[in-house]
């Protein structure tokens, strides 16, 4: 099975400065690799995507992350912090499942806060 | 577009109570799956149907049945409520199963007193 490990749980930066959130992963086989953002009390939305093409991939709103197979790692990256990127951030790997399903395995998340 | 919706936004229960949360996915996607989220953690995988057929089911009591409507909606029972029921109730649609992304809606909070 899957599993998903967000080094961090809390992320504080100010702003301006560049916002780095950790995640490793564990997989059997060539895994999809996704970075959701929740805001309070809102639903996810997906801020990019890795599916064995570019190992950078590049996401909404400035934000871009690394796969590095080497490592099992996908960290997010941004290199300015803006005051409305203060969110929950979820490292999420997609686990096939029987019967050509799939679900996808969050990590622990990560909560990042913005100081002006 | 519309994304996915979901309804109600909000519910309240009491324990024993069955409840019924309901999904529309986004145009044209066929697939939904539910996800379960309690305050301070990840979201759980519940479900997911795709052609209105069971392609997963996670780690969750027979109490959680769902099932999918011809046109791809998708509705989420669970009887005999817990108080550690109450979670964030979240549906994702994508195009089929597989690579593929999934949308997620917003969700509906439910509180089990």
């Known amino acids: 099975a899957q599993s998903v490990t967000q080094l961090d749980s809390h992320v504080s930066v100010s702003e301006g400065t560049p916002v780095l959130l950790r995640c490793n992963y564990s997989s059997s086989y060539s895994p999809s690799l996704f970075w959701y953002v929740q805001h309070p009390n809102k639903g996810l939305q997906l801020l990019l995507k890795?599916?064995?093409?570019?190992?950078l991939v590049k996401g909404i709103n400035g934000f871009e992350a690394e796969f590095k197979k080497s490592e099992t790692s996908f960290h997010l990256t941004k290199p300015s912090a803006h005051m409305s990127d203060a969110a929950e951030y979820f490292c999420?790997?997609?686990?096939?499942?029987?019967?050509?399903?799939?679900?996808?395995?969050f990590g622990g998340g990560t909560r990042v806060l913005v100081k002006p | 577009d519309a994304g996915v919706t979901q309804s109600p936004t909000h519910l309240i229960k009491t324990r024993g109570q069955h409840v019924t949360l309901r999904c529309s996915p986004i145009?044209?996607?066929?697939?939904v799956s539910w996800y379960q989220q309690v305050l301070g953690q990840g979201p759980q995988f519940i479900f997911q149907?795709?052609?209105?057929?069971?392609?997963g089911r996670g780690n969750f009591p027979d109490r959680f049945s769902a099932r999918q409507f011809p046109n791809y909606s998708s509705e989420l029972n669970v009887n005999a409520l817990l108080l550690g029921d109450s979670a964030l109730y979240l549906c994702?649609?994508?195009?089929?199963?597989?690579?593929?992304?999934?949308?997620f809606g917003p969700g509906t909070r439910l509180t089990v007193l």
């Open positions: 890795y599916t064995s093409a570019a190992t």
């Open positions: 994702a649609s994508s195009s089929s199963t597989g690579k593929d992304t999934q949308y």
């Open positions: 145009s044209g996607h066929k697939s």
């Open positions: 999420v790997v997609s686990d096939m499942i029987k019967a050509a399903g799939n679900k996808l395995t």
């Open positions: 149907y795709y052609e209105k057929e069971e392609r």
